[in-house]
């Protein structure tokens, strides 16, 4: 099988969880099918490389520069499918084209019509979800972008059954077309994580009880209700100290917060953080937490699991599917800086307790979250598209 996979951002281009899931699937994928992936040009890497066995072409977007965000991403979009263009014309058609999220809708749909290519998307995360509403032109036309998506494509992929209904709901969507797959995680890039070096590198000493937040610096990720729940938590454990790894437009306002509760140096923020060192945290951490407002999957709640790290969640959204209160982790109630302070200090109180979930996390990850078994769940929803496809052409000239 030919795939060809359209994505914003894949490594070293990461701004959220897209960009990692893009890329384990496709090298999952790698292994038993001819994987391509386009996605936007990134500084230092080449144009064109072969990445775990995939096939990754970089583009730039077409047209004059422009500051409108929306703009950028169309011009992006048509510089995409430009380069799939040259590759049909190069070596022939694909058999399937998958399009992840709405900067890639475009390119996905012009594939589509073009060489009468089916195609698959994944939804990772709607406007509507992520605003808690559409509130202004540009949220609606993102919205609307994404709709069109869901409408060309012959399956779309929801991460979670929550991404589900809500894909059903903002879009009436019939539940016939919609499939579910979870992200995954490889547990075993934790195993070697080298906490003495993450330590030297941050400035952590042995007796720092280091509570963890890995992601974007956005308001739905809910940093702000973590940093919120520090003096409480420092009360009854002083020698917590808050870690915040990941960057983003919220980032001056989180750092004015810890400066108007007086934490001083008990909140941490270390920027945007390799692989490497983001295993390493997670390792010394003594627990990890994912206060999201707004979640289709939580993809940072898996690495912590696969890290061994007791885990703290809110109660939301993929989330809610993921975590199990008291068996694998602990939730709180989404937006609520007081549970979220309780759920962490009966982890560094309890640390049995805390073990003992941690093992329950990590089997999860061993049979629920192995990519493998994640793209084998993909390429049978290919197969069926395919196998569709095939009876409605012939159909046709009955």
Same mark, same amino acid.
């Given at each position: 099988?030919?795939?060809?996979?359209?994505?914003?951002?894949?490594?070293?281009?990461?701004?959220?969880?897209?960009?990692?899931?893009?890329?384990?699937?496709?090298?999952?994928?790698?292994?038993?099918?001819?994987?391509?992936?386009? $996605?936007?040009?990134?500084?230092?890497?080449?144009?064109?490389?072969?990445?775990?066995?995939?096939?990754?072409?970089?583009?730039?977007?077409?047209? &004059?520069?422009?500051?409108?965000?929306?703009?950028?991403? $169309?011009?992006?979009?048509?510089?995409?499918?430009?380069?799939?263009?040259?590759?049909?014309?190069?070596?022939?058609?694909?058999?399937?084209?998958?399009?992840?999220?709405?900067?890639?809708?475009? /390119?996905?749909?012009?594939?589509?019509?073009?060489?009468?290519?089916?195609?698959?998307?994944?939804?990772? /995360?709607?406007?509507?979800?992520? !605003?808690?509403?559409?509130? !202004?032109?540009?949220?609606?036309?993102?919205?609307?972008?994404?709709? =069109?998506?869901?409408?060309?494509?012959?399956?779309?992929?929801?991460?979670?059954?929550?991404?589900?209904?809500?894909?059903?709901?903002?879009?009436?969507?019939?539940?016939?077309?919609?499939?579910?797959?979870? !992200?995954?995680?490889?547990?075993?890039?934790?195993?070697?994580?080298?906490?003495?070096?993450?330590?030297?590198?941050?400035?952590?000493?042995?007796?720092?009880?280091?509570?963890? =937040?890995? +992601?974007?610096?956005?308001?739905?990720?809910?940093?702000?209700?973590?940093?919120?729940?520090? &003096?409480?938590?420092?009360? %009854?454990?002083?020698?917590?100290?808050?870690?915040?790894?990941?960057?983003?437009? %919220?980032?001056?306002?989180?750092?004015?917060?810890?400066?108007?509760?007086?934490?001083?140096?008990?909140?941490?923020?270390? +920027?945007?953080?390799?692989?490497?060192?983001?295993?390493?945290?997670?390792?010394?951490?003594?627990?990890?937490?994912? &206060?999201?407002?707004?979640?289709? =999957?939580?993809? $940072?709640?898996?690495?912590?699991?696969?890290?061994?790290? &007791?885990?703290?969640?809110?109660?939301?959204?993929?989330?809610?599917?993921?975590?199990?209160?008291?068996?694998?982790?602990?939730?709180?109630?989404?937006?609520?800086? !007081?549970?979220?302070?309780? +759920?962490?200090?009966?982890?560094?109180?309890?640390?049995?307790?805390?073990?003992?979930?941690?093992?329950?996390? %990590?089997?999860?990850?061993? $049979?629920?979250?192995?990519?493998?078994?994640?793209?084998?769940?993909?390429?049978?929803?290919?197969?069926?598209?395919?196998?569709?496809?095939?009876?409605?052409?012939?159909?046709? =000239?009955?």
């Amino acid at each position: 099988m030919r795939i060809l996979m359209f994505s914003w951002e894949y490594p070293p281009r990461v701004i959220g969880g897209l960009a990692r899931h893009v890329h384990e699937l496709a090298g999952a994928m790698a292994r038993c099918a001819e994987v391509h992936v386009i $996605t936007c040009s990134a500084e230092g890497s080449p144009d064109v490389e072969r990445d775990q066995g995939v096939w990754v072409h970089r583009v730039d977007p077409i047209g &004059p520069v422009t500051d409108d965000f929306l703009s950028w991403a $169309t011009q992006l979009s048509y510089g995409m499918l430009a380069r799939a263009a040259s590759l049909v014309s190069q070596d022939g058609a694909f058999d399937i084209v998958h399009a992840h999220d709405w900067m890639t809708s475009f /390119a996905g749909v012009g594939m589509k019509r073009a060489y009468a290519t089916p195609l698959v998307a994944t939804i990772h /995360a709607t406007e509507w979800g992520r !605003n808690g509403g559409l509130h !202004n032109a540009t949220q609606r036309r993102i919205s609307d972008i994404e709709w =069109f998506l869901c409408y060309e494509a012959w399956r779309v992929i929801a991460c979670s059954r929550h991404m589900q209904a809500e894909l059903a709901s903002i879009f009436g969507m019939p539940g016939d077309k919609l499939r579910v797959i979870p !992200n995954g995680v490889h547990p075993e890039q934790f195993q070697d994580a080298d906490v003495d070096m993450a330590r030297r590198m941050y400035g952590l000493s042995d007796e720092d009880n280091v509570i963890l =937040f890995v +992601g974007r610096l956005v308001n739905e990720k809910g940093v702000q209700l973590l940093i919120e729940a520090m &003096p409480k938590i420092l009360h %009854y454990w002083p020698s917590a100290l808050l870690v915040i790894a990941g960057q983003g437009p %919220y980032e001056g306002e989180l750092r004015n917060l810890a400066a108007r509760l007086d934490l001083g140096g008990k909140v941490r923020m270390v +920027g945007f953080v390799s692989d490497e060192a983001r295993n390493a945290l997670y390792k010394l951490a003594r627990v990890a937490v994912v &206060p999201s407002l707004y979640e289709p =999957f939580g993809i $940072t709640a898996l690495e912590a699991m696969a890290a061994r790290t &007791p885990l703290v969640s809110s109660d939301v959204g993929g989330l809610s599917e993921i975590v199990r209160h008291g068996e694998n982790g602990w939730k709180c109630y989404a937006g609520n800086a !007081n549970s979220l302070a309780d +759920g962490v200090l009966h982890l560094l109180h309890s640390p049995e307790v805390a073990e003992r979930m941690s093992a329950a996390a %990590y089997h999860d990850i061993l $049979t629920v979250y192995d990519w493998r078994a994640i793209a084998d769940r993909t390429l049978k929803v290919y197969e069926e598209v395919l196998r569709e496809a095939r009876h409605a052409e012939e159909a046709m =000239f009955r």
